[in-house]
């Protein structure tokens, strides 16, 4: 059984980057052919995926978001990274970590999320 369970501060000040983490067990981040995602829902929106990294490392991101939008993975700690950069509250949102894979089946495996506010 896969879980992935996501963790970072809960509030974080305008212009700061946020930074979250995906601890993931039960399966390797570099197990061909999965992608990782960090996906968030903002209140009263719907959820809006924001980028990927596949099992070879490479990325993918959310062109509305790209220019601030950074993922990394530590596969000896078998986790990755999210890090948005100059943030304001618009980005407000529960934010969640997934697995999906290759064959278009979309994502079966999500952590639980977790709330960042932004404020001052």
């Known amino acids: 059984q896969v879980q992935l369970q996501e963790s970072g501060p809960g509030l974080v000040k305008p212009s700061q980057t946020l930074s979250l983490t995906c601890t993931v067990s039960?399966?390797?981040?570099?197990?061909?052919?999965?992608?990782w995602s960090w996906i968030r829902q903002s209140p009263g929106k719907g959820l809006e995926w924001m980028g990927s990294?596949?099992?070879?490392?490479?990325?993918s991101y959310n062109p509305s978001l790209k220019s601030r939008t950074s993922i990394s993975r530590d596969t000896s700690k078998n986790q990755f990274t999210l890090q948005l950069s100059s943030v304001t509250p618009e980005d407000t949102a529960l934010y969640y970590c997934?697995?999906?894979?290759?064959?278009?089946?979309?994502?079966?495996?999500w952590g639980q999320g977790t709330q960042v506010t932004v404020s001052s």
């Open positions: 997934a697995r999906g894979d290759n064959s278009g089946s979309g994502y079966d495996y």
């Open positions: 039960g399966g390797s981040i570099t197990t061909s052919y999965y992608y």
């Open positions: 990294i596949r099992y070879v490392g490479s990325t």
